[in-house]
């Protein structure tokens, strides 16, 4: 088999409401990515996920960079794919980010190719750990623009449809409002679910320690990016001022960066995304070397759990997955659950092809 096109695209889906972390308000959310073409008919698909701001240069990195290392090639080489796109002369510019997101949806697509000719769904192909599903825990009730009230009554309505793990966003300037908003949280909604913060990389170290020493007593599962995510040493002091568990990984782009987190202790939940790192291929290496610390994979949700759910399926010390539904309707077989648990998919590839009608309505290159 050869590849004989690469096709880039940029999709922009709105969302369906107003949603703001520490950093971001955006309306919508960006899905830059392309279609592997090959001789045997087989097209793969593979995307990254953005708040829309300069989708279209991904959209040049695939289909000019990066698709003239892969015209010609057999498209089930991944691994040496891999290598060749990661020392192409885009590596002289670029190793994280913007790069490093275009690599990741040419590896996706890569193994999505993988899979459909093998005929098997990528978890399949990976090796099934968990065939039954993994535990999926919601983000999308605890905006940091909702009001306490709009928080709690917007968290209270998942808990009746049956969650039972949340995350709410946390990080204004002014680490006394969140302090007063996770109490007020626990005080209206109790204790018997699973609660998660996430401060979106807003923090210094000082304020990040106050914060969790201010909140320690009211079960926080974890502390997701409270510090700049190449601030290894700041995460390092927290660890030790605080007995929160710390969570970190949608920002970091290598398997050197989590190497440097894992050796040092700093992170207790690795969320590794293979659409910031350069793909699957390192998603897996990450997974592998956590493993190794006997530290528990999280997967950030950039992807919308359509490829990751494959991965954690996949993989030992993979313990959750986080759902978001903004692109349910984007998708021909979007991830699914039942009573808290992914119900995995069984249809060759990696669940990554849209569905026609919703790729044509939001394409916009």
């Given at each position: 088999?050869?590849?004989?096109?690469?096709?880039?695209?940029?999709?922009?889906?709105?969302?369906?409401?107003?949603?703001?972390?520490?950093?971001?308000?955006?309306?919508?959310?960006?899905?830059?990515?392309?279609?592997?073409?090959?001789?045997?008919g087989?097209?793969?698909t593979?995307?990254?996920?953005?708040?829309?701001?300069g989708?279209?240069?991904?959209?040049?990195?695939?289909?000019?960079?990066?698709?003239?290392?892969?015209?010609?090639?057999?498209?089930?080489?991944?691994?040496?794919?891999w290598?060749?796109l990661?020392?192409?002369?885009?590596?002289?510019?670029?190793?994280?980010?913007?790069?490093?997101m275009?690599?990741?949806?040419?590896?996706i697509?890569?193994?999505?190719?993988?899979?459909?000719?093998?005929?098997?769904?990528?978890?399949?192909?990976?090796?099934?750990?968990?065939?039954?599903?993994?535990?999926?825990?919601?983000?999308?009730?605890?905006?940091?623009?909702?009001?306490?009230?709009?928080?709690?009554?917007d968290?209270?309505?998942?808990?009746?449809?049956?969650?039972t793990?949340?995350?709410?966003?946390?990080g204004?300037?002014?680490?006394?409002?969140?302090?007063?908003?996770?109490?007020?949280?626990?005080?209206?909604?109790g204790?018997?679910?699973?609660?998660?913060?996430?401060?979106n990389?807003k923090w210094n170290?000082?304020?990040a320690?106050?914060?969790?020493?201010?909140?320690e007593?009211?079960?926080?599962?974890?502390?997701?990016?409270?510090?700049?995510?190449?601030?290894?040493?700041?995460h390092?002091?927290?660890?030790?001022?605080?007995s929160?568990p710390?969570?970190?990984?949608?920002?970091?782009?290598?398997?050197?960066?989590?190497?440097?987190?894992?050796?040092?202790?700093?992170?207790?939940?690795?969320?590794?995304?293979?659409?910031?790192?350069?793909?699957?291929?390192?998603?897996?290496?990450?997974?592998?070397?956590?493993?190794?610390?006997?530290?528990?994979?999280?997967?950030?949700?950039?992807?919308?759990?359509?490829?990751?759910q494959?991965?954690?399926?996949?993989?030992?010390?993979?313990?959750?997955?986080?759902?978001?539904?903004?692109?349910l309707?984007?998708?021909?077989e979007?991830?699914?659950?039942?009573?808290?648990?992914?119900?995995?998919?069984?249809?060759?590839?990696?669940?990554?092809?849209?569905?026609?009608?919703?790729?044509?309505?939001?394409r916009?290159?």
């Amino acid at each position: 088999m050869k590849i004989t096109k690469v096709e880039p695209f940029v999709l922009q889906v709105p969302l369906k409401r107003d949603v703001s972390d520490a950093l971001d308000t955006n309306p919508f959310w960006g899905v830059p990515g392309c279609l592997i073409h090959t001789d045997e008919g087989i097209v793969g698909t593979g995307y990254t996920g953005t708040y829309s701001w300069g989708d279209e240069c991904f959209a040049d990195i695939i289909g000019t960079h990066f698709a003239e290392v892969l015209i010609g090639e057999d498209p089930t080489e991944i691994k040496r794919l891999w290598d060749k796109l990661h020392w192409s002369n885009l590596h002289w510019v670029g190793r994280a980010g913007m790069v490093s997101m275009a690599h990741a949806a040419v590896d996706i697509a890569l193994w999505d190719i993988t899979a459909k000719a093998a005929g098997l769904p990528l978890h399949r192909m990976l090796g099934s750990h968990k065939p039954e599903g993994v535990p999926v825990y919601n983000t999308d009730a605890g905006w940091l623009n909702w009001t306490k009230e709009e928080l709690v009554e917007d968290m209270g309505r998942l808990l009746e449809e049956g969650w039972t793990h949340l995350k709410m966003k946390v990080g204004h300037d002014d680490i006394r409002i969140d302090i007063d908003r996770v109490h007020y949280v626990r005080e209206h909604l109790g204790g018997d679910f699973t609660l998660m913060v996430d401060a979106n990389q807003k923090w210094n170290l000082q304020k990040a320690a106050a914060f969790a020493q201010a909140i320690e007593d009211l079960d926080i599962y974890w502390f997701e990016e409270p510090c700049h995510p190449d601030d290894v040493r700041s995460h390092v002091e927290l660890a030790r001022r605080t007995s929160i568990p710390l969570a970190l990984g949608e920002n970091v782009y290598s398997k050197f960066a989590f190497r440097d987190y894992l050796v040092s202790g700093a992170i207790q939940f690795v969320q590794a995304d293979c659409t910031r790192l350069s793909g699957i291929t390192e998603w897996l290496q990450v997974a592998g070397m956590a493993a190794c610390y006997d530290t528990a994979v999280v997967p950030h949700h950039g992807d919308f759990a359509q490829v990751q759910q494959h991965l954690v399926a996949a993989t030992p010390n993979a313990e959750m997955m986080e759902y978001i539904p903004w692109l349910l309707d984007v998708f021909v077989e979007p991830m699914n659950y039942k009573d808290g648990v992914l119900v995995l998919p069984e249809t060759p590839g990696a669940s990554t092809d849209f569905d026609p009608d919703a790729f044509a309505k939001y394409r916009i290159h």
